[in-house]
């Protein structure tokens, strides 16, 4: 009786073997599949970017265009996030210079740009800005042109001579051998249009795109092309970001369709 049971058990055991060997080939990932991840490495990459948390160092006169551009990039790629540090360009140069937590730059001229060459990826244009001069709300003063800023009695501001702005803001006035002596030199754009629209200035010159976010309190006024500078916006990554990958992806998209649509509806000029 020993055998014939050893026999039955023998056989149930076969048996049940191969109908576990089909369940198994029917079954879900595997221990090791779970271990890698692989289902999820697709959901990752099905945004286009890799996910990350995104430092970018702009400049002050993007403040506004790249809250409205950082919003649609992350709904275009869901898990990333992106932070903007908004100043003066030098003052950005600075901070990179001295190993602040970036992972891309936008300065808002070449010249700032090219100095961080060790610093950065290869630079890309993505826009460009005119100049104007900004006034109080209905141009009070009557002022017409970068001659009227000559005028001892208004209080004109500029930008400080080291700022993209300010250096723009020289290179017109000394075309036109005009002399203009400022009230205050400013450390960025935004602080030359805030002096003019809370009326701590009669005049400021300040980019075109700057003026128009603020259209209820201060008029622009236009300068001529052959009086005016353009300026140009870089963008590049940096080296010393842990997230290489997603930032160049980022600054690649500042040149694609969806941001120059944005960058040209707040004003900016095509690259």
């Given at each position: 009786m020993?055998l014939?049971?050893?026999?039955?058990?023998?056989?149930?055991a076969?048996?049940?073997?191969a109908?576990l060997?089909p369940?198994?080939a029917?079954?879900g990932?595997?221990?090791?599949?779970?271990?890698?991840?692989?289902g999820?490495?697709?959901?990752?990459?099905?945004s286009?970017a890799p996910?990350?948390?995104l430092?970018v160092l702009?400049a002050a006169?993007?403040t506004d265009?790249?809250?409205?551009a950082g919003a649609?990039?992350e709904?275009?790629?869901?898990?990333?996030k992106?932070?903007?540090?908004?100043?003066?360009?030098?003052?950005?140069?600075a901070q990179?210079?001295?190993?602040?937590?970036a992972?891309a730059?936008?300065?808002?001229d070449?010249?700032?740009?090219d100095g961080?060459?060790?610093?950065?990826g290869?630079?890309?244009?993505i826009?460009k800005?005119?100049?104007?001069i900004?006034t109080?709300?209905?141009?009070?003063?009557?002022i017409?042109?970068?001659?009227?800023l000559a005028?001892?009695k208004?209080?004109?501001?500029?930008a400080a001579p080291e700022?993209?702005?300010g250096?723009?803001?020289k290179q017109?006035l000394d075309?036109q051998?005009?002399?203009?002596?400022?009230?205050?030199q400013?450390p960025?754009?935004r602080?030359?249009?805030?002096?003019v629209?809370?009326?701590?200035?009669?005049?400021?010159?300040?980019y075109?795109?700057?003026?128009?976010?603020?259209?209820?309190?201060?008029?622009a006024i236009?300068?001529?092309?052959?009086?005016n500078?353009?300026a140009a916006?870089p963008?590049?990554t940096?080296?010393?970001?842990?997230?290489?990958?997603?930032?160049?992806a980022?600054?690649?998209?500042?040149?694609?369709p969806?941001?120059?649509?944005?960058?040209?509806?707040?004003?900016f000029?095509?690259p």
């Amino acid at each position: 009786m020993s055998l014939v049971l050893t026999r039955r058990r023998a056989a149930t055991a076969l048996m049940t073997a191969a109908l576990l060997v089909p369940l198994a080939a029917c079954g879900g990932e595997s221990d090791s599949e779970k271990d890698t991840g692989a289902g999820s490495s697709a959901e990752a990459s099905a945004s286009g970017a890799p996910a990350a948390d995104l430092t970018v160092l702009a400049a002050a006169s993007l403040t506004d265009v790249f809250k409205t551009a950082g919003a649609a990039y992350e709904k275009a790629n869901p898990g990333t996030k992106v932070t903007f540090s908004f100043a003066g360009s030098q003052e950005l140069a600075a901070q990179v210079k001295q190993g602040a937590p970036a992972d891309a730059l936008v300065t808002a001229d070449t010249k700032t740009m090219d100095g961080l060459q060790g610093d950065t990826g290869s630079p890309q244009i993505i826009a460009k800005n005119r100049l104007v001069i900004a006034t109080g709300e209905g141009n009070p003063d009557g002022i017409k042109s970068l001659k009227d800023l000559a005028d001892p009695k208004l209080k004109v501001v500029l930008a400080a001579p080291e700022v993209p702005v300010g250096r723009y803001s020289k290179q017109v006035l000394d075309a036109q051998k005009i002399e203009v002596k400022p009230v205050s030199q400013e450390p960025n754009v935004r602080a030359v249009l805030s002096k003019v629209e809370l009326g701590e200035a009669d005049a400021g010159i300040v980019y075109k795109t700057d003026a128009a976010t603020a259209t209820d309190k201060v008029d622009a006024i236009a300068i001529p092309d052959a009086e005016n500078a353009i300026a140009a916006y870089p963008a590049a990554t940096l080296k010393t970001s842990e997230h290489s990958d997603a930032a160049a992806a980022f600054v690649s998209w500042l040149s694609g369709p969806e941001a120059q649509k944005i960058l040209q509806d707040a004003g900016f000029q095509k690259p």
